[in-house]
């Protein structure tokens, strides 16, 4: 038999029955279509995470407090609630840091900002100039904070973006106006472009000001909160990160063992991001998998069924010649054809389903080339592996009683 033959005997058999075929192919769509949907679901949860994590700043290292001194009942102090870091540590990094592109102490508080009679509760970061280079923020309108408003305790703030929609309603100009913090008056000087965030990270719902005037005025102290400090260039960030640990464990007269700081490599924090999203997705994935297991099944119970159905057929076809190989071929092809169509319908389907929940929830969804291949590749096989022994079974049917079969 010829392969034209093949493939017309095989569709002429698939379409002698084409609502139990339709139902048997119902499970290799819907097994590769949730594949590539959950697929889909978990690479732009990862994009996002990463996204995000990068939005905060380029090549970024951070230097915390460790835990505060003490214990409250069986409680010890939190991780960064101790006053362990200043000003000078960040100066001293500047100055004897190797591949340090710029440093940003800050000190960050929430606060209750209110606006005549508008208020919202937000952080309030008192920052230096640099800010704008190591977050990479940009300015919508006016100025960001100087080296003049830091020397000279200045009163001045810059809004977020979601702050200010919150406090002077959306897209408002701000500029000259002031608003209150700790009941204390400020006078807000510019707005920070909109990034997009949400949680601890949204830099969006932050209010600027200098850090001299939130150490003197609002805080009442000398200390900072935490230390943001830009890398020169990617490669030299773990570097940076050791170098900064040395100096710090030097200044502050500690060890690593009782260090009072932790020192937080961006990178790092990506790659756990990455990790935990691709544990997620590939669990995501093994659950969408079973449907393409139960599928398999589904299509060994359909062709046992025609192997007992077309018993006759197959004795007919030995009776005028037909090996076993050309017998277990056929079913064999009926499979793969099966198999294939409902592949391709799965895979479209996938697809729409990933494109459908990016249009209708605005969750990020990125369809990968290898994971289209690996379910359909995955559902060839299962249909070839569990189509297998209908095919070998309808094969060693004896002629002579396949003949008298009723």
């Not at 949860?45 to 090549?59: D, P, V």
């Not at 000078?88 to 508080?109: C, F, G, H, R, Y």
């Not at 100025?143 to 020397?151: A, D, M, R, V």
């Not at 062709?303 to 018993?311: A, I, K």
């Amino acid at each position: 038999m010829n392969l034209s033959d093949l493939l017309k005997e095989s569709f002429l058999a698939l379409t002698a029955n084409k609502a139990r075929t339709g139902l048997t192919m119902l499970g290799i769509v819907i097994g590769i279509g949730s594949v590539i949907a959950m697929v889909s679901v978990g690479q732009g949860a990862s994009g996002q995470i990463q996204e995000k994590i990068q939005s905060l700043g380029s090549n970024l290292i951070t230097v915390s407090p460790g835990f505060a001194s003490g214990f409250s009942g069986d409680t010890r102090g939190g991780r960064g609630s101790a006053t362990t870091l200043t000003t000078e540590d960040a100066l001293s990094i500047v100055e004897e840091v190797p591949s340090v592109a710029a440093v940003a102490p800050m000190l960050s508080k929430k606060y209750q900002i209110v606006q005549k009679s508008l208020n919202t509760n937000t952080d309030v970061v008192g920052t230096v100039e640099t800010y704008l280079q190591v977050k990479n923020i940009e300015m919508e309108i006016g100025t960001f904070i100087s080296e003049k408003n830091y020397t000279s305790l200045s009163k001045v703030a810059v809004l977020g973006a979601t702050t200010r929609d919150d406090l002077f309603g959306e897209d408002a100009n701000p500029i000259g106006k002031t608003i209150k913090i700790n009941s204390i008056t400020f006078k807000v000087i510019g707005v920070t472009k909109a990034k997009g965030g949400s949680g601890f990270t949204n830099q969006d719902d932050m209010v600027f000001i200098p850090l001299s005037t939130a150490q003197k005025i609002l805080a009442g102290s000398e200390y900072i909160s935490s230390i943001a400090v830009q890398a020169s260039e990617e490669n030299a960030m773990t570097q940076v990160q050791e170098d900064i640990t040395q100096l710090l464990l030097t200044r502050h007269n500690v060890d690593s063992e009782s260090a009072d700081f932790s020192v937080i490599n961006q990178a790092d924090i990506v790659d756990t991001a990455t990790e935990t999203t691709d544990t997620f997705t590939a669990l995501l994935a093994a659950i969408a998998s079973i449907s393409l297991l139960v599928g398999g099944i589904g299509i060994m119970n359909m062709m046992l069924t025609t192997v007992t159905e077309r018993t006759r057929e197959i004795g007919l076809r030995k009776a005028i010649g037909a090996k076993k190989k050309d017998i277990q071929l056929q079913f064999l092809s009926e499979v793969v054809i099966l198999t294939f169509i409902g592949g391709g319908i799965g895979v479209a389907l996938g697809i729409a389903i990933a494109y459908s929940i990016t249009y209708f929830t605005s969750t990020a969804t990125e369809i990968l080339p290898s994971s289209i291949i690996l379910a359909f590749g995955v559902s060839a096989t299962i249909g070839i592996v569990f189509g297998y022994y209908p095919a070998w079974k309808a094969a060693q049917l004896n002629p002579i009683e396949a003949l008298r079969y009723e």
